[in-house]
């Protein structure tokens, strides 16, 4: 079964830190731009911040950047977002999905191009 399995959420105070692993089965990640998103309730989805195939460049959006950084772990076909300085507005469900378009990451792309999606997991900041 192709699938992304996301991990690692949970609850932490403002200015903590955590660790998401989003790890792929049933296909290979080093071939792909694999992306973080998440969804707060009653929000929609958006995109957070995309791990490049092969060159090590990623992308993260402004709202996150300096404080997420997103990297990969081809061998363990794994991808990682370690998330610090967390904010209560960073509360949100957060899924990986893999960019079936493209290798290398410019922006998070279009949506219709991520594929694979899993389940999620729940990050909540709060004090």
Known sequence: ??????????????????????AASGFFLNDY??????????????GVSC???SDGSTFSVDSVKGR????????KNTVYLEMNN???????VYYCAADLMRRR???MGPRHNYNYWGK????????
């Open 51 to 53: 791990s490049s195939a």
């Open 105 to 107: 990451c410019a922006g």
């Open 86 to 92: 967390l904010k209560p507005e960073d509360t949100a």
């Open 33 to 46: 731009a694999v992306g973080w998103f998440r969804q707060a309730p009653g929000k929609e989805r958006e």
């Open 1 to 22: 079964q192709v699938q992304f399995v996301e991990s690692g959420g949970g609850l932490v105070q403002p200015g903590g830190s955590l660790r998401l692993s989003c």
């Open 68 to 75: 997420f950084t997103v990297s990969r772990d081809n061998a």
């Open 120 to 127: 999620g997991t729940l990050v909540t900041v709060t004090s």
